[in-house]
């Protein structure tokens, strides 16, 4: 695949369209001469490795690109990323340049036959996943997976120097940068770069896939749900030229697909992959080659099947349950200086286990059922977190839904679920509660269903569990360490629960304490410290009073009004209630 070619033949068109500003192909071509002019200058040998780390998104892309050209080895990090990691990154791939504002320096003008150079190195580029600090774990796409998989793109959905696909997700993610800046270049036309959604902002942000002429948009299942949610129209892909919605990076539930599909006059396409699979493997949606609505999908281009997961042999699944595996051209081909991982990955010498626990149905597509790392056992019973998660979403109060497995001194492991309330809904764990019972078995109901402000994500809008998790272990504890009292004396009870929900003191806190005189007291707390309290009083308090409590104080009346029943109004100054 030469796609290098619509660096120097782009001309005018836009190949970069932001939010600020647009990148043509000229002005592209311009900053790949200056970037390739520099990795010259350095002499850097072939298939060494460059790390970029830069705000500005041009350069960025144009340093990647020149790295790719000179058979160097890109890896693409976030320019946000904290210290210690990038550290931990650059001893493990011993980096012969790290690129960042500072060493992005180059004036020499490079020719057209320098430009044109292309350098071999089978290793495309390294992309690093959710290791830990002390072991990053890089994944390795070799040109043969790159183009592979572009070839299946664009055959699928037709993609070519017309597309533009609007895509909010960072290069630094396998999915902003294929259906990005290396899918223009394989096609000849643009990425939309609208920026991370923004609530405050949302019909402008919405409204730029119009104003660009958006052919596709790439996103995760949380945007949709988002969309969902805070849209005020119905006609934000209603534009002529405007094929679809590809979503990726995590199960995009039945329910909302149907619903936004019906609600927005669009088609969605569910892309189900990980890093390892450069974006994609699993296909559904209405295409011929794809499986139906609601499942992973049917593979294309490579091939799928089931096996027996690796477990301690307590649990019996049934014949069509099993790990997904996969294999073929676009599968990478290890993880960076671990062949440990790299064999336990592979069976078979080229099946790749995925560590999903799926379904396999007769016409050739895949229902997922969870991760098998996520499963909880409980008893000895398998539990599928994203079984619970489903169940909660079918209730319609329930916005989004994560479930993990907290230790338990009797069971090892019980469920316990973090709820995200849709718009101006009121959620009580009780309701909860019996609606699970209504659709799950006894022993798959959570222990505990507690309601959060958000559900932390990665950048890819997957939940993060182990943030997921220490957050509901947090509330567990604060709901399970309180005194006892019947919650008579509301101020005591109030102070003991502040102290657990901001980690502070209980001696240092007063009726009279504010979020500038408590450390631990941020908006996020904030929200939480009244969940809690709902859940401690047994009351509700008025959505429009959350943002007007100052103080402990403040809420200390609220509790007592919403239990005595009087009606809530605007708040006053502590001193005068």
């Known amino acids: 695949m030469d796609f290098w070619k619509n660096v120097t033949r782009g001309g005018e068109r836009p190949f ?82 790290v690129v960042s504002e500072e060493t992005f320096i180059s004036t020499r003008v490079v020719t057209e036959v320098e430009l044109t150079h292309v350098a071999r190195n089978d290793l495309a580029y390294l992309l690093f996943t959710s290791g830990t600090t002390a072991a990053p774990s890089g994944v390795e796409i070799t040109r043969h ?30 999915d902003g940068l294929i259906f990005g800046p290396l899918l223009a270049l394989a096609t000849g036309g643009a990425v939309i770069r609208p920026g991370p959604m923004q609530l405050a902002e949302f019909e402008t942000w919405i409204d730029m896939a119009r104003l660009t002429g958006a052919t596709h948009m790439m996103t995760n299942p949380t945007v949709l749900s988002l969309i969902d949610r805070s849209a005020s129209r119905t006609d934000y892909f209603s534009f002529e030229g405007f094929q679809g919605i590809l979503s990726g990076g995590s199960l995009l539930r039945t329910e909302l697909w149907l619903r936004f599909e019906e609600r927005f006059h669009t088609q969605i396409w569910n892309l189900y992959g990980l890093t390892e699979t450069v ?96 499963a909880i056992n409980s008893g000895g019973t398998l539990i599928c977190a994203e079984e619970i998660d489903e169940c909660l979403l079918h209730h319609p109060a329930v916005a989004e839904a994560a479930t993990v497995g907290l230790p338990d001194n009797e069971f090892e492991e019980v469920a316990v679920s973090a709820v995200v309330p849709r718009l101006n809904a009121t959620i009580f764990e009780s309701d909860l ?23 932390p994500r990665g950048d890819a809008g997957k939940p ?26 509301i101020d005591s009870s109030l102070i003991e629960l502040a102290a657990l929900v901001f980690g502070a003191e209980q001696a240092s806190l007063s009726v009279a304490s504010t ?6 007291w941020d908006s996020f707390r904030h929200v939480n410290l009244v969940l809690q309290a709902e859940e401690l009083f047994s009351i509700r308090v008025p959505g429009k009073l959350v943002g007007q409590i100052t103080s402990l104080g403040d809420l200390s009346n609220i509790i007592r009004k919403a239990r005595t029943g009087i009606p809530q109004r605007q708040l006053r100054p502590t001193n005068e209630l």
């Open 145 to 174: 997976n790159l183009c592979s998989h572009l070839d299946t793109l664009i055959r699928i959905f037709n993609f070519g120097a017309q597309t533009r696909v609007f895509n909010p997700t960072p290069v630094s993610h396998t």
């Open 433 to 455: 509660t019996a609606h699970c019972r209504s659709e799950l078995e006894v022993l798959k109901v959570p222990k505990r269903i507690i309601v959060v402000d958000a559900i």
């Open 464 to 489: 993060n569990l182990q943030a997921v998790r220490e957050l509901l272990a947090m509330n567990v504890r604060a709901s399970s360490q309180l005194s006892g009292n019947d919650g008579d004396d």
């Open 515 to 520: 979020p500038q005189s408590v450390e631990g």
């Open 279 to 374: 974006t994609s493997v699993l296909y559904s949606g209405r295409h011929p080659e794809m499986g139906p609505i609601g499942t992973l999908g049917k593979a294309i281009d490579c091939e799928a099947r089931i096996a027996p997961p690796l477990n301690d042999g307590k649990v019996v699944l049934a014949s069509n349950v099993g790990e997904l595996q996969v294999r073929g051209p676009h599968i990478f081909r290890g993880y960076w200086r671990n062949p440990e991982r790299t064999s336990a990955t592979f069976v078979d010498e080229s099946w790749m286990r995925t560590g999903d626990l799926v379904r396999a149905n007769a016409n050739g597509s895949y229902d997922f059922l969870g991760r098998i790392k996520s």
């Open 16 to 97: 970069l369209i932001g939010r600020s500003e647009s990148v043509t192909y000229d002005r592209l071509r311009g900053l790949v001469a200056s970037a390739l002019a520099d990795l010259d200058d350095r002499r850097i040998p072939a298939g060494e490795r460059i790390a970029i780390v830069l705000r500005d998104e041009p350069k960025a892309i144009a340093t990647f690109a020149a790295s790719l050209f000179r058979g160097l080895v890109p890896i693409m990090l976030p320019f946000d990323i904290g210290r210690p990691r990038l550290e931990a990154i650059c001893r493990s791939i011993e980096p012969a340049l």
